[in-house]
């Protein structure tokens, strides 16, 4: 068996290894290693945004970073890269792209001011805004040698959440709020962390952050669905009734169409919520598997993240899964509906064809025995005339002496004519018939 060509076998040149790798071999390693942890040393203050990066967004957003790495002369990201790394002196910026939105991560040590750098003064004031601003969290992380309410206290005592993680060897604190720069604030204090741990803490946390105000945007989709849903409800109880109530065609069809635009606008409804729902129920497992990985561990006298993001998040998802749950029942229900509704009209429609067809048999047993009639008085008619015709000859050919008896020469006449007419009339009708199954066999 001959093998097959590159082109079909999805093979590439030869690699490193001597043999023909795969096209996708390399995109498959490198995936493994997409996105890595930063090494981060404490003390370390973390400013990141993301920004809603639809259209040409992702363009822009690339672009900004193409023209700060050309700025500081270093090199910028390739073009199918979806995430880079570049450092500028003490600080460090980790960009990402993803399906819906870009995040710009800027590390540095901490500044000796509270205020956090301007984002032009970041970009050296040559920043494009890709699209909307979804998350702006500063992040601080400091030495364990404090206590801890002391670190605290600029953040409200009564949303504030706080955890042990990685066995006690760091403790996360936020309180999910803006601040008065617009933006909410993590503090992670080092307790002994290793130093392979401090760079995958901090970018869980960044994570948390990003990923649970992403999950939440698919709860005003679901509140604007609801009352929606509940109307369609109504409508499909009352159309339901009336499938049982009305036997008439007419009001069946009128019934059938309007189950079909309210099945057409549900459609385009979920149609048109698919997505953020699919995209809300990433998200929030990401946050689950963020909270999983830093392993948090209740510090007494305070509410654990995992408690307070479950308690405020879990009944927006709650609501999110009921009302897709909602719509595809209700989508369910409105087809099954609308397919009982199309058979009672087709039920119907048989009904009103068989008795059409029996009428119209009746009418052609009637037509044949008017023409049967017909044909009847047809013979006695065409057969009276040519007697007659008979009876004026032998009388003619009396007058002239022949001596025949023209009556006798009627009365004879009359048997062979009248045969001979309906001999004829039968044969007629029986071309005729011929000629109509030739015409229905013939292809056409």
């Not at 790798?21 to 981060?40: D, N, Y």
């Not at 004031?125 to 404090?146: K, M, N, S, Y």
């Amino acid at each position: 068996m001959q093998d097959k060509p590159p082109s079909e076998d999805k093979t590439s040149a030869v690699g490193r290894t001597g043999f023909r790798e795969h096209e996708l071999r390399e995109l498959s390693l490198g995936e493994i290693h997409a996105r890595p942890f930063q090494s981060v040393q404490t003390p370390r203050r973390v400013v990141h945004y993301a920004f809603t990066t639809d259209g040409d967004g992702s363009r822009i957003a690339r672009d900004n970073l193409e023209r700060l790495c050309r700025n500081a002369g270093v090199a910028p990201p390739k073009s199918e890269d979806s995430h880079h790394i570049v450092s500028f002196g003490e600080a460090r910026l980790r960009w990402e792209t993803h399906s819906e939105f870009t995040t710009y991560t800027w590390d540095f040590d901490p500044p000796e001011s509270e205020a956090t750098p301007s984002f032009d003064a970041l970009f050296g004031g040559h920043f494009e805004q890709p699209g909307p601003l979804i998350v702006a969290t500063r992040l601080d992380l400091v030495g364990g040698d404090r206590d801890i309410g002391e670190l605290l206290g600029g953040l409200d005592p009564g949303t504030t959440a706080v955890s042990a993680m990685r066995d006690g060897r760091a403790i996360g604190a936020t309180d999910f709020q803006e601040n008065a720069d617009g933006m909410t604030r993590i503090l992670v204090v080092d307790r002994g962390l290793y130093s392979h741990e401090v760079g995958p803490v901090v970018i869980r946390l960044i994570e948390l952050e990003t990923y649970r105000t992403m999950a939440l945007f698919g709860l005003p989709e679901a509140r604007r669905l609801q009352p929606m849903i509940a109307r369609v409800e109504v409508a499909l109880q009352d159309a339901t009734t009336k499938i049982g109530l009305s036997p008439d065609l007419a009001e069946n069809r009128a019934l059938l169409e309007s189950l079909t635009k309210l099945a057409g606008d549900l459609e385009a409804s979920v149609a048109k919520s698919a997505f953020r729902f699919a995209a809300t129920r990433a998200y929030n497992d990401i946050v689950q598997n963020r909270m999983g990985a830093i392993r948090e561990t209740a510090l007494e006298g305070y509410t654990r993240w995992s408690s307070f993001l479950q308690r405020r998040m879990g009944p927006a998802m709650r609501t999110c899964w009921g009302v897709e749950t909602r719509l595809r029942e209700v989508s369910d229900r409105l087809a099954r509906a609308a397919n009982l509704l199309r058979t009672r009209i087709e039920v119907d429609l048989e009904q009103q064809n068989r008795e059409l067809l029996a009428s119209m048999n009746s009418r052609a047993r009637l037509q044949l025995r008017l023409q049967q009639w017909v044909e009847g008085l047809s013979v006695a008619a065409v057969s009276y005339y040519i007697v007659s015709l008979v009876y004026y000859l032998a009388n003619g050919v009396d007058s002239l002496g022949s001596g025949l008896n023209p009556a006798g020469i009627t009365a004879l006449a009359i048997p062979p004519v009248v045969l001979g007419i309906w001999f004829f009339v039968r044969s007629v009708r029986a071309r005729g018939h011929a000629d109509e199954a030739a015409e229905d066999q013939s292809p056409s």
